[in-house]
């Protein structure tokens, strides 16, 4: 049966019909048209800012302002970020700047007086760049971006914002934008958000897209109140497996897909489609813009504008290990990198091949000092780790849920499809032992012992893993429609998932917490609303969707004649 996974899912606007303009002699005409003696183009850092400025000097305008003139230097820049760029190729420290951190005070003033003098003489001005606002109001236009096309364009050579570093390793640009310069331009635009008239699409260069900061608002309103899917991503590592080519309609001919990124609002996107055509915006413009109605007001009172729970795939069938690793403490995350909560996850098994297994825990009586010793050893070239020696190596198979609090030595085997659920600091992973392999870029991925084994919890051994974090799977309820059941996560993790094995259909109480959920079993379903704030909303086998908080309670509808599985995750309330 052919999979009925859409890879592109698109969220319709209501009220905004056909509301995009498309192409720059139709943006530009528009723009032109309405006749404003200040145009502003303010911008996210990861534009291609030359082509676009080649494009808006057709616009009628007098007096030209590059905002990029704001700013310092880049050698001024690095000096005032070494602490938290570091020297390290994946690991930052968290920035809580702001824009105005980065701009020379003498040259803002001198640009708002240019642009000030322009309007006192009559004539049009043009702002454009990163900042343009700060410089003046008139008409604004922002120019958004997804995360995910920044990140494809530092593989292709673009720099960091007011830096050359053309040639510099992939990973660390994305460490800098992730750390820095996507904190910093997300503040930003937030601030500007209520008074962007127009939001232009450039993530396709070739497709330029325009529509209404109206129309935009209005889409991110409606999302905030009914089901919605974000738009995933996929990669290829040096691990990667075949599974998701054939589930998620992929390009068949590429050599394999390791990560899909399907259920991450700090990484993926939202397609916003107004019926003659869609945009593209980052979906943390709906985190950003409508907290509350999506996460609850218990879930945002504990982590503000973040969405704290992810869903992503790990595709190793017919590849292979992942590599062995740990994940930081709360207090060392917060200590070391300055973030506020730590990666906690679990693997739950989409799917696995026979001999299929999960590296989890420590065994008994093993000595610490020599494994760490070994590890090193290993990282140099010197052995090959025998993880077996130490690690507990559980087979695993369909539907099998296992808990990974952090600290907890783990890694996925060969041949499974891991649907990972997990909390979003996104590349908290201490790499120990990669199995002696290059990434694809041809260097050694990295490993961080020295961080790893700060953190390894040495007491997770064999019994208490089989007890707390191997299928502690348990009934919650069960009657003729549904049998639910508590799959995880353990308890010093704060999401709980919840399994739904539904023959009809099943009221959900959401009680205003978002929920992440995703179809484990069956071809489709459909999410129904209880009061009819929204339209029946279907969702196929492996997708991940979200539903806000304020859709309050739902409806879970099996259309077919097989049970269906759902895997519901929320956050936990704190206990009274």
């Known amino acids: 049966m052919k999979s009925l996974y859409d890879p592109f899912p698109k969220t319709k606007i209501k009220g905004y019909e056909n509301a995009i303009v498309h192409g720059w002699n139709k943006i530009i005409k528009t723009l032109n048209e309405k006749k404003e003696q200040a145009l502003i183009v303010d911008t996210y850092p990861g534009v291609y800012d030359e082509e676009i400025k080649k494009e808006l000097k057709k616009i009628d305008h007098d007096v030209w302002i590059d905002a990029l003139d704001l700013f310092k230097d880049k050698e001024t820049i690095f000096e005032q970020l070494k602490y938290h760029i570091t020297d390290d190729r994946i690991f930052g420290r968290m920035y809580y700047g702001e824009i105005n951190n980065f701009i020379v005070p003498e040259k803002l003033e001198e640009l708002r007086e240019k642009f000030n003098e322009a309007l006192r003489n009559g004539k049009q001005v043009l702002v454009y760049g990163y900042g343009a606002h700060l410089i003046g109001p008139g008409l604004l236009v922002y120019l958004d971006m997804a995360r995910w096309e920044i990140t494809l364009r530092y593989r292709k050579g673009m720099p960091n914002f007011q830096d050359d570093n053309v040639n510099e390793d992939a990973l660390r640009k994305i460490k800098r934008g992730f750390f820095i310069e996507w904190r910093v331009a997300d503040k930003y635009k937030r601030s500007l958000f209520d008074s962007i008239d127009y939001f232009l699409d450039t993530n396709n260069m070739e497709e330029i897209k325009m529509v209404s900061g109206d129309g935009v608002r209005a889409g991110l309103k409606q999302m905030a109140h009914r089901p919605f899917r974000l738009v995933p991503y996929f990669d290829p590592g040096v691990w990667g497996g075949q599974w998701m080519k054939e589930v998620c309609n992929l390009d068949p001919d590429k050599e394999n897909y390791a990560w899909s990124f399907d259920g991450v609002p700090e990484e993926n996107s939202i397609y916003l489609d107004f019926g003659n055509g869609y945009i593209e915006l980052p979906a943390m413009d709906l985190v950003l813009y409508e907290p509350k109605p999506l996460l609850g007001a218990s879930v945002y009172s504990r982590f503000g504008e973040e969405f704290p729970i992810r869903f992503d795939f790990l595709d190793t069938m017919g590849g292979q290990n992942l590599s062995l690793q740990v994940h930081p403490l709360t207090e ?177 109480e959401n009680e205003d917490n978002v929920n992440m959920l995703n179809l484990i079993e069956g071809q489709k379903a459909v999410i129904e609303s209880i009061d009819g704030s929204f339209e029946p909303f279907e969702v196929h086998y492996a997708e991940t969707f979200i539903v806000p908080a304020s859709v309050n309670n739902y409806k879970i509808v099996n259309p077919t004649d097989e049970t269906i599985g759902v895997l519901r995750a929320y956050v936990r309330k704190p206990q009274a």
Not at 359 to 375: P, R, S, T, V, W
Not at 432 to 455: F, Q, S, T
Not at 467 to 496: F, M, P
Request: glycine letters at 6%; aromatic letters at 12%; hydrophobic letters at 35%.
């Open 332 to 508: 060392y995350i917060h200590r070391m990198f300055g973030m506020a909560y730590t990666q906690d996850e679990s693997y739950y098994i989409l799917d696995a091949k026979e001999g299929a297994s999960v590296y989890l825990g420590l065994k008994e009586n093993i000595d610490k000092e020599q494994m760490i010793e070994d590890l090193y050893a290993a990282n140099r070239g010197e052995i090959l780790f025998d993880a077996e020696k130490y690690i507990n190596r559980f087979p695993d198979k369909k539907h099998d849920h296992f808990l990974i609090p952090a600290g907890t030595c783990h890694c996925s085997g060969a041949d499974a499809m891991v649907l990972e659920i997990s909390a979003t600091p996104y590349c908290f992973t201490f790499k120990l032992w990669d199995w002696a392999r290059v990434g694809l870029d041809g260097l050694p991925r990295p490993v961080h012992i020295d961080h790893g084994k700060e953190n390894i919890q040495w007491d997770r051994t064999t019994p208490w893993v089989k007890e707390n974090l191997v299928n502690a799977i348990y009934t919650v309820n069960e009657n003729e429609h549904v049998k639910e059941e508590h799959t995880g996560l353990h308890e010093l993790e704060y999401i709980e998932t919840r399994r739904l094995w539904i023959k009809d259909e099943v009221v959900i």
